[in-house]
């Protein structure tokens, strides 16, 4: 059974920094590529920040260029989202997500930016 479990959510105030992680089980972790998504209140889930599954390879949605960075372990089959410069608009619940021929969604980690 293939699990994902998000973890490292939080309230943070604002120019803070988290760290939140995936971690996989249950399949070849070395060949999915990960992504983490996102999801405010009243807003569709949206992509943030994509990695291929060999790590090699990074692409970031706008808003978080330069502030967000995503990368993996393949030995711990872990994820990772290092959020930094955080803003009160990045407040959502964050979604792991794993791709190769079949696609799996974590259940998410709430993340709040508010002083």
């Known amino acids: 059974q293939v699990q994902l479990v998000e973890s490292g959510g939080g309230l943070v105030q604002p120019g803070g920094s988290l760290r939140l992680s995936c971690a996989a089980s249950?399949?070849?972790?070395?060949?999915?590529?990960f992504g983490w998504y996102r999801q405010a209140p009243g807003k569709e889930r949206e992509l943030v920040a994509t990695?291929?599954?060999?790590?090699?390879?990074?692409n970031y949605a706008n808003p978080v260029k330069g502030r967000f960075t995503i990368s993996r372990d393949n030995a711990k089959s872990t994820v990772y989202l290092q959020m930094n410069s955080l803003k009160p608009e990045d407040t959502a619940k964050y979604y792991c997500h794993a791709r190769y021929f079949w696609t799996y969604w974590g259940q998410g980690t709430q993340v709040t930016v508010s002083s």
């Open positions: 990695i291929t599954n060999a790590g090699a390879t990074s």
């Open positions: 249950g399949l070849t972790f070395s060949s999915y590529s």
